[in-house]
């Protein structure tokens, strides 16, 4: 109740309407309130499970016609009603979103925006394959030197010097990793009894052993 409703109030008394009556600070200006609420602008958004979306139409504010008093004039006064409303609103728990602007334009723009952006993102993918393609050979061949270059330095630091070991790459079918990792063990492994020894559970073998998994 946050608007006052002064004047004669001739939808309750029709019997004075058009009969003369009181007026300017004759008039009790807040003997009637009520809400500033535009009637049927309530409308719920959305809803989940914390909480509810609900947008609503409010008067912006209300003017109270000035008046004289004997020969003076008193000026009238401008009342915030959506100040008043919010805070009304926040004291009951209500969380309040103000400085709504509703552009029917906006909708377009945003269409035209998400066109635009995802033009971008295809051309952007696009150059990314493209790049990805020009480059992934030389990528592979980079990694297998550092490889190689592993198998080389764990070699020499294992067996010592002069350098006398043979390095062979195998490919593997998917999922015959544990078969072959246990074929080589059993040819060349001297190991057992050395899992014991093992520190942090890393996976020893009496060879060198580096996989590759592109």
Not at 129 to 155: D, L, N, P, Q
Request: with cysteine; aromatic share 12%; net charge negative.
């Amino acid at each position: 109740e946050l608007v006052g409703y002064g004047g004669p109030d001739w939808s309750s008394n029709s019997r004075g309407l058009g009969q003369p009556s009181n007026f300017g600070s004759q008039v009790d200006r807040h003997g009637k309130k009520g809400s500033p609420v535009v009637p049927g602008s309530l409308v719920k958004v959305m809803e989940d499970s914390d909480s509810i979306l609900y947008t609503v139409t409010v008067l912006r504010s209300m003017y109270e016609a000035g008046y004289y008093e004997g020969e003076e004039f008193v000026p009238g006064t401008k009342i915030d009603l959506v100040e008043a409303f919010a805070k009304a609103l926040r004291e009951k728990r209500y969380v309040v979103r103000e400085n709504f602007t509703y552009d029917p334009s906006q909708q377009g723009k945003a269409a035209m925006a998400l066109e635009q952006l995802q033009v971008e993102v295809d051309n952007m993918r696009s150059g990314l394959t493209r790049w990805c393609k020009t480059h992934y050979g030389e990528a592979f061949v980079a990694w297998m030197h550092i490889k190689v270059i592993r198998v080389f330095v764990e070699s020499v630091l294992r067996y010592g010097l002069p350098v006398d070991f043979t390095a062979v790459l195998y490919k593997v079918t998917l999922g015959k990793e544990a078969l072959l990792v246990g074929a080589l063990d059993k040819t060349f492994g001297e190991n057992k009894g050395k899992e014991d020894d093992i520190e942090d559970e890393e996976e020893y073998h009496d060879f060198v052993l580096i996989k590759f998994d592109p």
